[in-house]
């Protein structure tokens, strides 16, 4: 049989709450795994230990374990029968120096960490124990800085586990943990680094984006379902929104200063993306601004933009420059997608000088002749809803 235990640090933190935290986390591993044909997840004593069939594909349980956040770090381990009250470490050395024979290595250390205290031996005993054995079949020497390979032993209640590597995973908190969230999504870089930052905070991202349809292709529509996709991998089960919103902005066209068009947009935004939210039982909206970036985002800007908002507007870039962003969204496998031509809603139509420093009277004395009302209804009732998952079982389908 194979094992992974895992890790988590930032759940050991909630106290009384938490066993809720670790049940989302291993239901949210099982959601990752379940076409892998995983035998068991379960809780050990501060760690998750996945039991995994012989045939199970080693890379394709790292990548998902990747993207799992909560997950500290994982490895995958040999478990040794161990007795709580008189561990006879004899077998979990000879198993660790069995498996170090094919491996190159000049200096090593051991690592063990006594999850149940109850057992005889500290950690420190384990550690002192296993290096001697394996300094005298090995050779190699014991170094506790910068060694070439690290033996990690967690001592559980009647196992020993050991493993040779230690996999870093995302960090962070379980998805589903801390509600639900829309994330408006634009097809650029900067929305789904948004989405994926709070995501890491164990928010679900419900997605909305608008489109320049009718009067543009549906070309930025398909980047965002390509994106949407990718980001399921780090949430299970997705839905995205497309609202065309070219004939609206038409309407701000032909009635509106040109100056103030971007804000207009924004505004109307905001407001049927609250809707749609409110819909799905989100508690806060999500965009990408980063503070300064273009003319939507100056301070004032995004005051006015904001005030049109019912429910809070989380910004999680708004510290964060271009190239921090880039570089985040190389990491999670947004970027080649989100460089990928289009035509965008939010670049039709847009004036040569926008206004950065709108005024909220200014904004309320033209709006006032629109019907901000029905044009909030026409986007929400337009609104196309699609719903994905991962792993995919079939392309992205049209949901009620």
Aim: a positive charge; aromatic letters at 8%.
């Amino acid at each position: 049989m194979k094992y992974v235990v895992i890790h988590y640090h930032e759940l050991a933190l909630k106290g009384r709450n938490r066993d809720f935290f670790e049940r989302r986390l291993i239901q949210n591993i099982r959601s990752s795994l379940r076409d892998l044909h995983v035998m068991r997840v379960e809780s050990l004593r501060s760690r998750i230990r996945i039991t995994l069939p012989p045939e199970a594909d080693d890379r394709q349980v790292v990548d998902r374990l990747r993207r799992v956040f909560g997950i500290a770090n994982f490895s995958f381990a040999e478990a040794v029968e161990l007795d709580l009250g008189n561990p006879n470490l004899d077998v979990l050395a000879g198993r660790i120096g069995d498996a170090l024979v094919h491996r190159m290595f000049e200096s090593f250390r051991v690592t063990a960490r006594r999850a149940d205290k109850r057992l005889a031996l500290t950690s420190m005993d384990v550690e002192r124990t296993v290096g001697a054995y394996l300094h005298r079949v090995t050779g190699k020497k014991v170094r506790l800085k910068n060694p070439d390979l690290t033996v990690y032993i967690h001592l559980l209640t009647k196992e020993a586990y050991f493993s040779l590597d230690k996999i870093e995973g995302p960090g962070g908190m379980p998805v589903g943990v801390s509600g639900a969230v829309a994330c408006l999504i634009s097809g650029g870089i900067d929305s789904p680094v948004a989405a994926y930052r709070m995501m890491k905070r164990g928010c679900n991202a419900v997605f909305i984006h608008f489109s320049g349809r009718p009067l543009v292709s549906r070309a930025s529509e398909e980047k965002v379902r390509e994106l949407v996709q990718m980001l399921t991998a780090y949430q299970y089960r997705s839905k995205l929104y497309v609202v065309p919103f070219g004939t609206i902005q038409r309407e701000i066209v032909a009635q509106a200063p040109a100056p103030y068009r971007v804000v207009l947009y924004r505004r109307l935004m905001v407001r049927i993306a609250g809707e749609l939210a409110q819909r799905e039982k989100c508690w806060g909206l999500v965009t990408g601004d980063s503070l300064g970036q273009v003319a939507s985002q100056t301070p004032e800007n995004l005051t006015v933009i904001e005030e049109a908002a019912e429910l809070p507007i989380l910004r999680p870039l708004i510290g964060m420059d271009k190239m921090e962003i880039t570089r985040q969204a190389e990491h999670i496998g947004t970027f080649t997608i989100s460089i990928e031509p289009d035509e965008d809603c939010c670049s039709l139509f847009t004036p040569p000088h926008p206004s950065t420093r709108t005024r909220i009277d200014d904004i309320r004395r033209i709006e006032r002749s629109f019907d901000i009302g029905g044009l909030i209804k026409q986007g929400v009732d337009a609104a196309e809803p699609s719903e994905f998952t991962f792993p995919p079982r079939h392309a992205p389908t049209p949901s009620s």
